[in-house]
């Protein structure tokens, strides 16, 4: 084989090698977001309604601007950034279900309880406060977080367990969809209460 035939095959698998490489990176670096959930989505739930969600006020009570939280829908996913490159979460809606986004602008609440009979009481958030995946956060190249994600309703709503949710992710790399699925949903018992002021000017809520 001739210099100049040796060197026509030394450029050809170089330029291969190029190719593989530049396509390597084109993939790795591709938006690729997984979402899971553990334990077959039992850690996540709907309540459709939860203890002193609907609340009464005595006259005396000035009346703040935040929501009034009525039907709640948790969550609880592990999304991981199979990306080269870092990718921002910036909304969480489940647009077939009529709930409000999650986003940075969104209320949340610590903890819930749903007294679900004389003797049956479900906590989330209890003794630590609910973990929320709250956006905007941004997951840096093969990382990942935890944490529930939120939607509410100011009016009661029912949900159907054990079907997928479609779940529509904005990123700062397009929109993605997932898909997510509730198993357990809850109603209380004690979803009416009362909202007064104790002698000291602080608000105190009776459960009816």
């Known amino acids: ?34 979402v899971t959930q553990t334990d077959d989505g039992r850690r996540s739930g ?8 609907i609340k009464s006020y005595s006259p005396d009570v000035p009346l703040n601007s935040e929501p009034n939280f009525y039907s709640v829908l948790l969550v609880d996913i592990i999304i991981t950034n199979r990306s080269s490159l870092p990718i921002s979460i910036l909304e969480f809606s489940v647009p077939e279900l009529g709930l409000d986004s999650f986003n940075s602008y969104s209320h949340t609440q610590n903890s819930f309880e749903i007294t679900v009979n004389k003797t049956t009481t479900i906590e ?20 990942s977080d935890r944490g529930y994600i939120f939607f ?33 949903s809850y109603e ?7 909202v007064s002021l104790d002698e000291n000017g602080k608000q105190y809520i009776t459960l009816n």
């Not at 100049?4 to 291969?16: A, Q």
């Not at 989330?124 to 990382?143: A, H, M, N, R």
């Not at 209380?188 to 009362?194: D, G, L, Q, T, Y």
């Open 1 to 34: 084989m001739s210099i100049e035939s040796i060197s026509i095959v030394i450029s050809g698998i170089s330029l291969l090698i190029s190719l593989v490489i530049a396509f390597k990176d084109i993939w790795t670096a591709r938006r690729n977001i997984i």
């Open 152 to 184: 509410w309703s100011g009016l009661a709503s029912d949900l159907d367990v054990d079907k997928k949710i479609r779940l529509k992710i904005l990123t700062s790399r397009g929109v993605i969809n997932k898909w997510v699925i509730v198993k357990n």
């Open 188 to 194: 209380s018992i004690k979803k009416h209460s009362s």
């Open 46 to 53: 709907f309540l459709k309604s939860f203890d002193g969600c």
């Open 124 to 143: 989330y958030g209890s003794p630590s406060p609910i973990k929320y995946l709250q956006p905007e956060f941004t997951l840096g190249p093969y990382t």
